[in-house]
């Protein structure tokens, strides 16, 4: 038996979350830095979201010789410098489906989800059939969703609770940007048909990581360097548009006693000129395309909010920021939306369609 996978656990209330009596509506979101799971609640009165790091470190027993692993958050503090993420380009890649099978296997195994399930699952917008290939035999050789196991993309279901509180996203016209770890992923969406999708590897939430990590080396005159799991913590603590305050930390020195600093530039630095790459990307790579292609449905999405999901859309004032920088940059205004938990909306749009079709079955 897999060992249990800590997870941040926790209810949301939630609208047409259940299905028709025989169901059981799942949603997965197998994310390359974290995933989230998401199902009814056990009182029956709301949506129970899961999360946790997607990775494993491997080990060896100290009596036996045999190799054993630590999944999530667990394997990424105690073994920071073995920990793998097995979707670290956005899908499983070779040798790394096989572990990705083994961790979701252990994720489920730490959830009382029946077998007779409903399950849909968020893919990235990525030109990779094997990779997404891979992800399907993942999820479909778990031991939930016997009931059905479908896909739709990643940046149509985290539109999804931003829209409204059930299903609507299907019936607009909208763009969305899924801003995640991996990729940053665009598209517009017709009634539920994806538009012109567009993805790059180049602005992500991990390269601001790597970015943070080199700043803080600059900002402290090479006295600190942090590794990028450091970076992310910072960035997703102290992070904010808005109102971003200074903050102090501490290091261990290499010949003995600590070391306390601050840091006051390096986070927000790392973050503005991602947001800049962000609109760089919208305005003069995929807005055109679209314009291209579908005039009518690019006139109709900009007189609307534009979505933003994924991790990075959690930064305070990330919206507002947005609005004000891709206004500018196209002359006109441009209004933005987010669902009220960024990180979570993928899995819960998923769950709500799930449950959709679990009524169907």
């Known amino acids: ?8 656990k926790e209810e949301v209330s939630a609208t ?51 190799e054993k692993y630590l999944y999530g958050e667990e394997a990424a503090m105690e073994y920071p410098d073995k920990v793998e993420y097995m979707l670290r380009s956005g899908l499983p890649e070779g040798d790394q489906t096989e572990l990705a099978t083994q961790f979701f296997e252990a994720v489920i195994d730490s959830h009382d989800i029946p077998e007779q399930s409903a399950v849909v699952y968020a893919t990235p917008t990525i030109d990779n059939p094997e990779g997404l290939e891979n992800l399907s035999q993942v999820i479909e050789a778990s031991a939930i969703g016997d009931q059905l196991v479908e896909s739709y993309p990643e940046s149509l279901t985290g539109a999804i609770p931003a829209i409204g509180d059930g299903l609507e996203a299907l019936q607009e016209i909208f763009v969305t940007l899924n801003m995640g770890s991996t990729n940053l992923e665009m598209s517009a969406y017709r009634r539920g048909e994806q538009l012109v999708p567009f993805t790059t590897g180049a602005v992500t939430g991990n390269e601001v990581d790597r970015a943070i990590a080199n700043l803080v080396e600059e900002e402290t005159q090479g006295r600190v360097n942090i590794d990028t799991n450091t970076a992310r913590e910072y960035k997703e603590a102290h992070g904010d548009y808005d109102e971003f305050e200074p903050f102090t930390d501490i290091i261990q020195q290499p010949g003995g006693g600590t070391h306390e600093f601050t840091i006051e530039r390096s986070v927000m630095d790392a973050l503005d000129d991602y947001l800049d790459d962000v609109v760089e990307e919208f305005a003069n790579q995929f807005l055109p395309k679209l314009a291209n292609k579908h005039m009518r449905a690019y006139q109709l999405a900009l007189d609307k909010p534009v979505v933003l999901t994924g991790g990075m859309a959690c930064i305070p004032g990330i919206v507002e920021a947005f609005e004000e920088r891709a206004s500018e940059e196209l002359g006109r205004e441009i209004t933005a939306t987010a669902p009220d938990r960024a990180d979570l909306a993928a899995t819960v749009g998923a769950q709500r369609i799930a449950a959709e079709l679990g009524k169907q079955r």
Request: charged share 15%.
């Open 16 to 66: 047409g979350i259940g299905g028709d009596g025989n169901s059981f509506p799942v949603g997965v979101n197998l994310g390359s830095t974290r995933t989230v799971i998401a199902h009814p609640s056990e009182h029956g009165s709301g949506l129970q979201t899961s999360r946790t790091l997607t990775c494993l470190a491997r080990y060896e027993d100290p009596l036996t010789g045999e």
């Open 1 to 8: 038996m897999s060992p249990t996978v800590d997870a941040e």
